[in-house]
């Protein structure tokens, strides 16, 4: 299983970064086709925030 960076955007600074997620998990309502959310922490405020990632990223 291999950790990759994803470009993602920090809603409260607005920036973009490449960072690795923390967790990885599938968003789906009733059991319909859902979304992949990860766990991100921006490297200067050091908030953390959601962002989808790629449906093709591995879950942990």
């Not at 607005?14 to 086709?33: A, F, H, Q, T």
């Not at 922490?41 to 962002?51: D, L, S």
Request: no cysteine; charged share 40%.
């Amino acid at each position: 299983m291999e950790k990759r960076p994803v470009k993602v955007k920090d809603r409260i600074t607005g920036k973009e970064y490449e960072l690795v997620p923390i967790k990885v998990w599938k968003l789906s309502p009733n059991k319909k086709r859902g979304i992949k959310m990860g766990l991100f922490q921006n490297p200067e405020t050091k908030i953390y925030f959601r962002a989808r990632v790629p449906d093709d990223y591995p879950e942990y």
